[in-house]
Nanobody, 124 residues
Framework: QVQLVESGGGFVQAGGSLRLSCAAS????????MGWFRQAPGKEREFVAA????????YYADSVKGRFTISRDNAKNMVWLQMRSLKREDTAVYYC?????????????????WGQGTQVTVSS
């Protein structure tokens, strides 16, 4: 059973950058889709970005397109989310997730394994 652990969250001023990391362990990682989701207080968990198992295909929510970049290194069992030009509305708990499939998914129900989340707070 794969386990996912996120890190890299914190406090940042609007316009700043953060890089989130997700470390996978305990099982097969390299052949599955990986995604990032986020959940703000009082809101549903929403899709942020996804990456194919090769890393060759990525997909982003419109709200982060052009500002966030998802990447992975299968040899290191790592996935990252580089976040730039952060806005207050990016404040949320960010979750790394694994989808046991080859096609990208954009809904939480398509993902099988989740990390515990890491808090990102953007202040104005």
């Amino acid at each position: 059973q794969v386990q996912l652990v996120e890190s890299g969250g914190g406090f940042v001023q609007a316009g700043g950058s953060l890089r989130l990391s997700c470390a996978a362990s305990g099982g097969t990682f390299s052949t599955y889709v990986m995604g990032w989701f986020r959940q703000a207080p009082g809101k549903e968990r929403e899709f942020v970005a996804a990456i194919s198992w090769t890393g060759g295909t990525t997909y982003y929510a419109d709200s982060v397109k052009g500002r966030f970049t998802i990447s992975r290194d299968n040899a290191k069992n790592m996935v990252w989310l580089q976040m730039r030009s952060l806005k207050r509305e990016d404040t949320a708990v960010y979750y790394c997730a694994l989808r046991r499939a080859t096609r990208l998914g954009t809904t939480r129900h398509e993902y099988d394994t989740w990390g515990q989340g890491t808090q990102v707070t953007v202040s104005s």
